[in-house]
């Protein structure tokens, strides 16, 4: 049987992704084993021109593009930075649907890598039905996060460096959206380290891709609640759910008070600002920690973008750096 996600294309493509988004800094979080109870690594996706691990895919599919072309898009935000960053690189041009509630730091930053930004809807979803509405209007490609095997082999690349690591990692917990990152991750690992057991991350108030998984058929809901928007998925994409199979040993849901002390935790230990979906992984372990502790696990922070105000709410006031502490 032929997967989806290739080994081959996932090996090769740290050639084509641009270098700004290889690499990221892994290393143990020595100061929260006390807190945890186990050796943690963690994978830092935050330090690249988007703040986010979604550079690698949209790195990898935009190599296939040429200057002129136009791609239509939906994103929560962190993909569409990406996808705007990579096409602007190729001089090719981005359109892009968001909800009319996205991040407007997210918004802000989509537009400023020179892509169209169209907010239509109350959540991702309602933004991707109208962008798959218009690119067929238009006749543009619709390129879908999750759906296109790019998004995920380009992910995949951070298991390549993960598992460059020294030991064999016990434990690998992966925030779970739309399913690229972890497909692609789960994909390599399962091939290159199967000991490792691969743990897909949701928010319990958007469990549909959990669920979905867990079922074996697709499950989708009308509303989600939870303040991690990068991984607020209600309406699952069929061929990820089935790419997960044989990908991922199991999948478990997280509240956002627990993603809220996990974000909290990161800042306060590692000196990192990261959004709730990225700190999805480090929640897993919050919420149970005796089936981690004393073994080695890893956990990819996928995402840092928080407005002001939200680095306010959730982490403590934030210093301006006109104003020093006394």
Known sequence: MTHRLSLDRIAGASSVIDPVFLHSPQFRAESLDDVLGCRLIVKVETLNPIRSFKGRGASLYASTLCAGDTVV??????????VAYACRSRGASAIIFASVNANPLKVARMRAFGADVRLHGD?????????????????????????????????????VELLRWPEAIDDLLVPLGNGALLTGIGRWTKAYAPSTQVIGVSAAGAPAMVESWRTGSIVMHDR??????????????AEAVADMHGAVDDAVLVRDETILAAMRLAHKHLGLVIEPSGAAGLAAILEDPSRYRGRLVATILCGGNLTPEQMAMWLGPVQSAASPPR
């Open 123 to 159: 959540d991702f979803d309602a933004a991707k039905l109208e962008a798959k509405r218009y690119a067929e209007a238009q006749g543009l490609p619709l390129l879908e996060d999750g759906l296109e095997p790019a998004t995920a082999e380009g992910a995949a690349t951070i298991a």
């Open 224 to 237: 989600i609640d939870t303040i991690a928007d990068g991984i607020g998925v209600r309406v699952p994409i």
């Open 73 to 82: 898009t939906a994103s929560a935000g962190n993909f569409g930075q990406a």
